[in-house]
């Protein structure tokens, strides 16, 4: 059985500060330095494992090639593919334009030939990602795909040499539905699976995003979506006799999971039985080294050895109505608040090189028919104004909930009270009534904020001196007129230092 990778650094652009490996301390890191970035992740944090992303960004090609030749001793030592591993993250076709996809698959090919010249033991890549995995037949179809190129590469160009045409698939499902339904997903793929190859694969990696249901679906539908998913695929897995190794994508800002180097026990407890886990930008650069280090290390002691949540049916269903009676809420609000944002999404800070987001190379996400950035770009942004977006449309839906509703989701949420009281200190009041002025629709969120308060019983407002700069900074941020990006760019940037993340 070949080793599981514990944790998984990732290009999500979420830092505030540069990088500790950037002599320039400049907080975007480019293209061409994420080969030395993944290195660094490697050798520096003791990461097991690096995503290398080709979807809606610009990726390098010679990833393999450029760390074989000016590290190979530590490859030699720590061998890709089996010590440590860089994953692809391919471009969905279904949603954005292929154009990459050939590219990626070549690099997997090449990539093996190179080890082979120099007498590593396993082929470095031999896994991807596809993201906003909808369907059983997409992620057959990648496979299909590469054993087609890795067939035509053999016959028309090295037919002395033999490539391995069998790659291994992790969907990604990004939101409450293809989460919930995961297993019907997952189930259909092995007998797709079972038909064409002839076997079934000796396990699953699956990996749950946090972030884009969040950002369609708000907060509670989001971490509710998670567990329930989790829970699921070990009923799946007992149930197929088949190891399952959940992954779950998430940011140190509690709306995209919550996980930084200082809530480490939060996150195994919230989510136990989870075997891999992204330590994004935010999560590597924002603390001290050696507190990430020391994180990095808590992770790999932790969550090999945590048991899998366990939800019970009935709780399963109290748990769906929930979710998607908070998803109502949340809509609701949200696109009465989206024109409002504009200037603040566009003033954002760039931390990575990315194609537009929407047009020939890209793909917008949408909430109601409504475009809206990336979750980063988003959960900044509403920090950046005093208003935390985990508690749009949380209050309210919270406030709805029958005794036993609200029974059932405080004992699977055992960190509610924790999360809401450290989210309490970042609200701005005052800021809230200058937006609700011209847009009544902020009173929601206002209802929200003290719905929770008085259910939870937490202070509002700033704690700490860090805090209350913060919560200067959101005041000036909603009193600054368009067309005055830069100014918002450069507030933003200091809040982000001050919270431990951008967004």
């Excluded at 089996?82 to 076709?93: L, M, V, Y």
Aim: aromatic share 12%; charged share 20%.
């Amino acid at each position: 059985m070949r080793k599981i990778p514990v944790t998984m650094g990732t290009q999500h652009p979420d830092n505030a500060q540069a990088a500790f490996w950037d002599l320039n301390q400049n907080p975007f890191i480019s293209a061409y330095n994420e080969t030395t970035e993944a290195f660094e992740n490697f050798s520096t944090l003791d990461v097991d494992e690096y995503m290398w992303d080709w979807e809606g960004k610009h990726a390098d090609a010679a990833v393999i090639d450029r760390l074989f030749s000016t590290k190979y001793d530590y490859f030699k030592e720590h061998q890709l593919g089996i010590d440590k591993f860089i994953t692809f993250r391919f471009p969905n076709i279904w949603e954005e334009k292929g154009y990459s996809l050939m590219q990626a698959m070549t690099t997997f090919l090449s990539a093996e030939d190179f080890a082979q010249d120099l007498n590593f033991q396993k082929r470095p890549l031999f896994e991807a990602i596809l993201p906003m995995a909808q369907r059983a037949e997409q992620i057959f179809t990648m496979q299909e795909r590469f054993e087609q190129l890795a067939t035509f590469k053999q016959q028309v160009f090295t037919a002395q040499r033999k490539n391995n045409p069998y790659l291994e698939m992790i969907p990604l499902f990004e939101n409450f539905d293809t989460q919930l339904n995961a297993s019907k997903i997952l189930d259909k793929y092995l007998q797709m699976h079972l038909d064409y190859f002839g076997f079934r694969p000796p396990y699953l990696r699956i990996f749950l995003a946090s972030s884009d249901s969040a950002l369609s679906s708000g907060f509670m539908n989001s971490i509710t979506g998670n567990k329930l998913a989790i829970a699921r695929l070990y009923e799946f897995s007992q149930q197929e006799n088949i190891p399952v190794y959940p992954i779950t994508g998430m940011g140190s800002a509690i709306f995209r999971g919550g996980l930084s180097p200082r809530r480490i026990d939060r996150f195994v407890q919230e989510f136990s039985g989870v075997r891999t886990v992204t330590a994004q930008s935010a999560f590597r650069y924002d603390y001290p080294l050696a507190e990430v280090q020391t994180a990095i290390k808590q992770l790999k002691e932790q969550l090999p050895a945590a048991q899998p949540l366990v939800i019970e049916a009935d709780d399963q269903e109290t748990l769906i109505a929930i979710a998607e009676k908070s998803a109502q809420f949340y809509r609701q609000t949200l696109d009465q608040l989206i024109p409002d944002m504009q200037a603040i999404f566009q003033a954002f800070p760039k931390r990575r090189d990315r194609r537009q987001h929407v047009g020939v190379l890209g793909y917008s996400r949408e909430v109601d028919g409504q475009a809206l950035p990336r979750a980063i770009n988003f959960t900044g942004s509403f920090y950046a104004i005093g208003v935390p977006p985990e508690f749009i449309g949380f209050g309210r839906a919270l406030a709805s909930l029958s005794a036993l509703e609200l029974g059932v989701f405080v004992r699977h949420y055992p960190h509610l009270k924790a999360d809401f009281t450290e989210l309490a200190a970042y609200v701005n009041l005052d800021s809230l009534a200058i937006l609700a002025a011209t847009n009544p629709a902020w009173n929601e969120v206002k209802t929200d904020i003290l719905t929770l308060q008085q259910i939870l019983g937490f202070d509002l407002g700033p704690q700490t001196k860090e805090q209350e700069l913060h919560h200067q900074l959101t005041q000036q941020i909603v009193q600054i007129k368009d067309g005055a990006s830069v100014a918002i760019t450069a507030l933003i940037d200091r809040q982000a230092q001050l919270r431990h993340f951008l967004g």
